[in-house]
């Protein structure tokens, strides 16, 4: 079965530094979404991106991150400066519509010390 | 942001028996419902989902039904095995005029526990 697929699957890093979060989505899937899940809490909507260009984004998705599509494959969620609130489990999804076959990876958990 | 709501934050069930996961919503504006199953260290993964339009859909030992004016939905999952044991999520999307793009608003979660 085709899976989305990210890593690293575990990454510290220390506060004020650059992070870049990878992902690969399923292939034939046209949509594309960031979501995080700080420890405890529930997993919040990040950024969705289709055709190219960001399409929606949540009060979270600040000036501090990004997204790209470098080549047609990878999915990057970019965090320029981390701070220590960014720590949470991230979560690339992809879906070939905007709902149906929603499917996500199995995280990459952010720790910043 | 509690537009989607799970009250029970977690739920111990027999195997065998019904295991019901229940979840509210404030937002009128959502029109499909889905339902996530997550283990420790795993993406969410799609279990069961429902649109506005009906009021029960099932697959196999599970079904959710939906009550919308009561805005509420239910997840039944019968029989419970050990192997459900899991972080369960309620996820709804909103219809933006037919624009949207697919993000999902989830709720807290609620832990089952299937006990052998």
């Known amino acids: 079965e085709p899976e989305v697929t990210q890593t690293p699957s575990h990454q510290v890093t220390q506060m004020g530094q650059e992070v870049i979060l990878r992902c690969v989505p399923i292939s034939n899937h046209l949509y594309f979404y960031w979501y995080r899940q700080i420890l405890g809490q529930k997993v919040e909507f990040l950024v969705s991106f289709y055709n190219n260009e960001i399409s929606e984004k949540s009060e979270i998705f600040d000036d501090q991150f990004s997204v790209e599509r470098p080549d047609g494959s990878n999915f990057t969620l970019k965090i320029r400066s981390t701070k220590l609130e960014d720590s949470a489990m991230y979560f690339c999804?992809?879906?070939?519509?905007?709902?149906?076959?929603?499917?996500f990876g199995s995280g990459t958990r952010l720790t910043v010390v | 942001d509690q537009q989607v709501k799970q009250n029970s934050p977690s739920l111990s069930v027999q195997e065998g028996r019904i295991s019901i996961l229940n979840c509210d919503y404030t937002?009128?504006?959502?029109?499909?419902f889905l339902w996530y199953k997550k283990y420790p260290a795993e993406g969410p993964t799609f279990l069961i989902s429902?649109?506005?339009?009906?009021d029960k859909n099932e697959d196999g030992r599970f079904t959710v039904f939906l009550n919308k004016s009561a805005k509420h939905l239910s997840l039944h999952i019968v029989p419970s095995q050990p192997g459900d044991s899991a972080v369960y999520f309620c996820a709804a999307r909103a219809d933006a005029g037919g624009t949207s793009y697919g993000k999902l608003t989830f709720g807290q979660g609620t832990i089952l526990t299937v006990h052998p």
């Open positions: 999804a992809s879906s070939p519509d905007s709902v149906y076959g929603y499917t």
């Open positions: 937002n009128s504006m959502f029109d499909y």
């Open positions: 429902i649109s506005s339009i009906k």
